[in-house]
């Protein structure tokens, strides 16, 4: 069997016919707007399982020896061709967190679409990076590991709870470069640092991953997501003005909401328009339009240069990206 044959077939979540059931008139009509006729395509893939994904962790093991030894256990892996460490695995077993290579801190467990905002960012060796929204430190970790453990990545989250999670992460797999903060993202001028690289994946309502947690189209609502959109300018506001001149920020969401998406890049533009600079993403990967236009919103043409995913596209999560340079 091919690689696209193993990877795009779709098995539907039980209860699809339950979560069906569930989906609110507003959000129908709000997504066959924006989908036309590929919404039934959204629906099926959103309500099928997720491939298995991993990110290898090169800080303590190379790409190889893992294979080696997990392909020893009978399980198959598949490149994810946007993240040269990223690769779905199918084998007789799902419960990858049980294998001895995971509490090792060998592999991270990673959608593959979640794999984008550290990849688009690119931190180096030696820089001073800042994830604003870190927790549970998927990302955190895969920039530790593409920094080489060396500079810092400041790890900030706003929950407690939330920061337990993410220094277990971190200590599983050997990020020494990383210090913990635990704030409001809004709150980070406290620190006195300028950083050369800043990640905002930010807080979001989730609706790219309804594989995961369908009960999304349940709570789903567009009040949740205006007030989300709110919170998603100020987060980004805040890190734009902690980069660097000339340096690199991402933002990025599970959100495939225009208002939470093109809507956030485009207010970042009006509002910086001599100092923000939206940077063209150049992935291996098969991506949609942005969206320029919906309901009674217009946004600026330079959101083309971000990056939209339906969950459809490649069989993964919903996701959007940008990338913004700040100008010298």
């Known amino acids: 069997m091919t690689t696209t044959a193993v ?30 006729s590929s919404y039934e ?21 190379t790409v190889t020896e893992l294979k080696q030894r997990l392909q020893q256990q009978g399980f198959s892996l598949y490149q994810v061709p946007w993240c040269k460490e990223g690769f779905w695995v199918k084998g007789s077993r799902t419960d990858l967190g049980n294998l001895v290579e995971h509490t090792f801190g060998y592999f991270y467990i990673q959608e593959a679409a979640s794999m984008i905002p550290a990849v688009v960012l690119n931190p180096q060796p030696g820089e001073i990076v800042l994830d604003m929204c870190a927790s549970p430190g998927s990302k955190t ?48 001028h406290r620190l006195g640092t300028k950083f050369d690289r800043i990640l905002v994946d930010a807080p979001c309502s989730g609706t790219g991953t309804l594989r995961k947690s369908p009960d999304t189209l349940r709570i789903w609502n567009p009040l949740m997501v205006r007030r989300l959109s709110n919170q998603q300018k100020s987060l980004i506001d805040t890190a734009f003005s902690l980069l660097k001149s ?83």
């Open 7 to 36: 990877l795009d077939k779709l098995t539907p979540l039980p209860d699809i016919e339950k979560f069906r059931s569930s989906i609110k008139k507003e959000f129908e009509q709000r997504y066959k707007q924006l989908l036309s």
């Open 41 to 61: 395509d959204f629906l099926n893939y959103s309500l099928s399982y997720l491939n298995k994904s991993i990110r290898v962790n090169t800080l303590k093991i």
């Open 141 to 188: 970790t895969q920039m530790a590991a593409m920094m080489e453990n060396s500079g810092i990545v400041v790890a900030n989250d706003i929950s407690g709870d939330r920061m337990k999670p993410l220094g277990i992460n971190l200590q599983r797999v050997g990020a020494m470069n990383v210090a913990e903060n635990f704030g409001r993202g809004q709150q980070l």
């Open 246 to 328: 000339g340096g690199t920020m991402v933002y990025s969401t599970c959100s495939v909401e225009p208002e939470e998406n093109e809507g956030v890049i485009d207010w970042l533009l009006q509002k910086y328009p001599a100092a923000a600079e939206i940077e063209r993403i150049d992935l291996n990967i098969k991506r949609s339009e942005p969206i320029l236009n919906f309901e009674k919103s217009s946004y600026s043409p330079e959101v083309r240069k971000c990056l939209r995913i339906w969950p459809q596209d490649n069989n993964t999560e919903g996701f959007f990206v940008a990338k913004v340079r700040k100008k010298d």
